[in-house]
């Protein structure tokens, strides 16, 4: 299985993905959300999830960023900006919902927020996992629920990375 995503261009996120760009929440935070493509996923795939991370966070913030999370995606293909549209899979809380991240509402949380790092350039992951199941999630759904609703039912994975320069 192979993710790749044309907001990635030579190992670089492109502005408009992330604090150079010009979508935002009513808190500021951009959001105007990556595309990717999954091919070759498993014989047997019936859903995908999706975690997007910083993990050069961790020496600012204490732990990794989640950025965005997605599960029951039945499709291969996610275009631009759709996690502000999308009725057809569902999203978790991203770290805005944190202390560190401002306290924002779990409602505004369940999108994607774009990247905005604060001290360096920073390397962000998508990892797209492959399932064999439908997951019992519901919006605004933690990371931990996440991987525990996924154990043993993952095909396969594979992360897309890209680079997103400091402000």
């Not at 995908?48 to 050069?56: Q, T």
């Not at 999630?137 to 525990?148: I, M, P, S, T």
């Not at 993952?154 to 680079?163: E, M, R, Y």
Request: proline share 4%; charged share 20%.
């Amino acid at each position: 299985m192979k993710v790749t995503s044309t907001g990635v261009k030579n190992g670089i996120i492109l502005e408009e993905y992330g604090g150079r760009g010009n979508q935002f929440n009513e808190n500021g935070i951009p959001n105007y959300s990556l595309p990717f493509r999954v091919e070759g996923a498993p014989e047997g795939t019936v859903s995908l999830a999706l975690v997007l991370e910083d993990k050069d966070a961790c020496p600012v913030t204490g732990f990794v960023w989640i950025h965005w999370l997605a599960a029951n995606i039945t499709r291969f293909e996610i275009k631009e900006n759709e996690s502000c549209s999308t009725k057809d899979f569902i999203q978790g809380c991203n770290s805005f919902v944190s202390i560190q991240g401002g306290e924002q509402s779990k409602e505004l949380s369940s999108f994607y927020s774009g990247m905005t790092p604060p001290d360096k350039d920073h390397v962000y992951e998508l990892h797209v996992f492959a399932l064999d199941c439908m997951l019992e999630l519901e919006n605004g759904f933690w990371l931990n629920e996440l991987y525990q609703k996924m154990e043993g039912h993952i095909l396969a994975t594979d992360v897309c990375k890209g680079v997103y320069y400091k402000m």
